[in-house]
């Protein structure tokens, strides 16, 4: 079975990620949505709330599967049968820590990485605006799932 992992912190989920997810589900045979377990970093939800809404908004991708994980990618890779991980690109600036920490997952554990272009509707989009955006009550739908919608405006108004 070809797997990917897309891994990351979804403090929410975005719709930029959820084009990236989709679009991977369609070249592999399954993809697994992997949230970081990141207890120095300061998250607006808990991992298991993000890991809900990330079930919630891929329910309709059979081949789609959420986990967690903490420590090195390339272990939870190895864990799970995962020859590679996929990643937007939104621009030149994620360019840079991307590429280093492509080639050191490469040189841990031959583990390859693979650069998606994001979908120009969402090149300017992140978890870290959306969540400024609402909280001083600006309008981000049509960026975020409608359940992330919900969950963002309970949370931060
Ligand atoms: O959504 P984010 O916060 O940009 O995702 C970053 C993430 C989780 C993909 C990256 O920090 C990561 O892979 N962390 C796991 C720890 C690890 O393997 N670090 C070494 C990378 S070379």
Do not use: W
């Not at 070809?2 to 679009?23: C, E, K």
């Not at 079930?55 to 090195?72: C, I, M, S, W």
């Not at 979908?119 to 969540?131: D, G, H, I, R």
């Amino acid at each position: 079975m070809r797997r990917v992992v897309s891994p990351g912190s979804f403090d929410p989920v975005t719709n930029g990620h959820l084009d990236i997810i989709a679009r991977a589900a369609r070249l592999y045979d399954e993809v697994v949505v992997a949230v970081l377990i990141n207890i120095s970093k300061q998250s607006l939800f808990t991992v298991d709330e993000r890991v809900e809404m990330l079930k919630e908004v891929t329910a309709d991708y059979p081949n789609v599967r959420v986990d967690k994980f903490h420590g090195l990618i390339v272990d939870f890779c190895r864990a799970n049968d995962i020859s590679a991980i996929v990643k937007g690109l939104r621009a030149v600036s994620d360019f840079d820590y991307e590429l280093q920490m492509a080639q050191m997952n490469y040189s841990m554990a031959g583990v390859e990485t693979l650069f998606m272009t994001t979908n120009p509707l969402y090149a300017f989009l992140s978890s870290s605006l959306v969540k400024e955006v609402v909280e001083y009550g600006g309008d981000v739908s049509g960026l975020v799932p409608a359940a992330v919608l919900q969950r963002l405006s309970e949370r931060l108004r």
